[in-house]
């Protein structure tokens, strides 16, 4: 029964948002949370305190998503309104009219390196609206870019997933670094094909045999290096292999390599250098930002994560307030029960890069105040629904995490390691599918289930650190159904009602991509 009533909720939610009359995220999901707390409540008995102190902490999540969102949504706006969009879709075809090329340039190899250096489904947020400005449809850039972005994710946000994402489990370097070679491997192969999936939800069959040699090329220059690198580090393999990979996409459809001549669209435009340096300015800041907030190495991200405190007070009942020296807000200790959330104002690639730049490129391409109002006006109104729909995501992965050893999370996981057995490795990929699933994170995700994973395969007797890398790549196929990347990657490009249809045909692949990660396992562990 606590098996039944712990999947009987997500049934729900996915028929709600899939069937014919579908009901809209920002309904169903908090719905779902609702039905989630009274399950809870009645029937796994635990404390309504906690449960509340759980939604109240929610609240304080939401707020990195849609703030992330937001900063996305204003610098897209900005792009239309200044005519930046315009010179880059220009310049894009001037690179080559074909649209295979501009695909695989936007949508794989830039999308991998921004993966690379930020995560928080912020490659999507900045590849989609950029294709979608170029002329491909709003619908299936959503789904292509979605698709996309898994195979660089377990090294998205410079090797977070892998390195953090594991960090509870007292695994050795060498634990971590045969993970590290297993995953970049698995990812390696099934880079030859979900590209391929991913783009025939834009182009047809014909063109993308027709172009197939241009695509295995982009594919290779940016999987390559990355699996390379892998082997002796574990945080920079998606983002210099994306780098790499950027450079090289770009080169080969420069010389027409592998690549079917289409005629283009509008007479080649002479665009002068400094109008294209400028078009591509916000994006270039970006990048830039992200790259040096992310390696700790520079040790400013290590500046933008401090704890130390600068203020603190207590709300009484409601907890404690820490504000630290990096502008970290954190509520504790709600309702007195350990429950706690922060907000990283300035980690979080909301202020730091997207507003930023937002606020630089005003200036740059001298804006007027009627623009100004009209951007942030449009951006405000964009991201209401939204904001209900995460804010009800998220109380509906807090509630579904209560209960320790018998929260309904670990009970369907612990149900799916019962049920396959000495199979396991066949199936250990879907568990961190699920984890994203649930959190939007590959890392949250294998911080909840990497613990089960090693468990499984020490009980078994399977390879633990096949295994965990098996939960890892799991956990970046499952950014494809992820619904807080759904959600977010649809508002920013101002589609509404579609996340159900959307689910349903992202689901697909993701299930081949546990296909691909099943064979590879047989392979390794023979």
């Not at 009987?8 to 908090?30: D, G």
């Not at 074909?98 to 489904?121: L, Y």
């Not at 665009?271 to 040096?292: D, E, Q």
């Not at 289930?449 to 890892?472: E, K, P, R, V, Y």
Request: contains cysteine; aromatic residues 10%.
């Amino acid at each position: 029964m606590s098996l039944f009533l712990s999947v009987t909720p997500i049934i729900m939610l996915i028929w709600m948002m899939t069937k014919r009359r579908s009901l809209p995220s920002y309904i169903a999901l908090p719905l779902t949370a609702l039905v989630i707390y009274g399950i809870q409540l009645i029937w796994f008995k635990n404390d309504y305190v906690l449960l509340n102190a759980n939604i109240i902490t929610a609240f304080i999540a939401v707020l990195t998503p849609i703030s992330i969102i937001a900063g996305a949504i204003l610098l897209n706006k900005l792009m239309q309104i200044s005519g930046a969009e315009n010179t880059l879709r220009a310049w894009l075809e001037n690179i080559s009219p074909n649209p295979v090329a501009q695909i695989m340039i936007i949508g794989w190899a830039f999308a991998f390196t921004i993966e690379g250096a930020s995560g928080f489904g912020t490659p999507a947020a900045i590849a989609a609206p950029i294709l979608v400005g170029i002329g491909f449809p709003p619908i299936r850039v959503v789904l292509l870019t979605l698709i996309m972005n898994s195979v660089p994710v377990s090294f998205g946000a410079v090797g977070t997933p892998t390195w953090f994402g594991f960090a509870m489990l007292g695994l050795s370097d060498d634990s971590i670094f045969a993970i590290s070679h297993y995953t970049a491997l698995i990812h390696f192969v099934a880079g030859f094909i979900i590209p391929l999936v991913a783009l025939r939800f834009i182009v047809s069959t014909q063109q993308i045999k027709q172009n197939i040699v241009y695509i295995l090329l982009s594919v290779v220059s940016c999987s390559l290096p990355y699996f390379l690198l892998a082997q002796i580090n574990y945080e920079f393999p998606a983002l210099v292999g994306g780098a790499i990979g950027l450079m090289l996409s770009v080169l080969i459809a420069r010389m027409g390599i592998g690549l079917k001549k289409c005629e283009r669209k509008h007479q080649k435009q002479d665009i002068p250098f400094a109008k294209i340096i400028k078009a591509m300015t916000p994006t270039l800041l970006l990048i830039v930002i992200l790259i040096i907030t992310r390696i700790h190495q520079l040790g400013i991200k290590d500046l933008l994560n401090s704890t130390a405190v600068m203020w603190q007070f207590n709300l009484g009942f409601l907890g404690n307030v820490t504000i630290s020296k990096a502008l970290i807000f954190e509520l504790s200790n709600v309702f007195d029960t350990g429950a706690s959330a922060n907000y990283k104002t300035l980690y979080v690639p909301a202020l730091l890069p997207f507003f930023v730049v937002v606020f630089f490129s005003i200036g740059l391409f001298r804006l007027n105040r009627q623009q100004i109002s009209e951007m942030f006006s449009q951006t405000a109104n964009q991201i209401k629904k939204p904001f209900i729909a995460l804010f009800g995501a998220l109380i509906m992965v807090n509630l579904m995490m209560q209960g320790g050893n018998l929260s309904p999370v670990i009970i369907i996981g612990s149900s799916l390691a019962g049920v396959t057995g000495h199979s396991w490795l066949l199936f250990s990929s879907y568990l961190g599918a699920l984890g994203t699933f649930f959190s939007g994170s590959n890392t949250v995700s294998n911080l909840t289930f990497g613990g089960i994973q090693q468990s499984i395969a020490q009980s078994l007797g399977l390879n633990i650190n096949l295994t965990l890398a098996l939960q890892s790549v799991g956990g970046a196929m499952g950014n494809m159904v992820c619904l807080n990347n759904i959600i977010a990657v649809c508002t920013i490009l101002g589609i509404s009602k579609s996340e159900g249809d959307i689910l349903k045909k992202t689901v697909l692949p993701m299930m081949l991509y546990g296909v691909i990660a099943a064979i590879m396992a047989l392979i390794l562990s023979a």
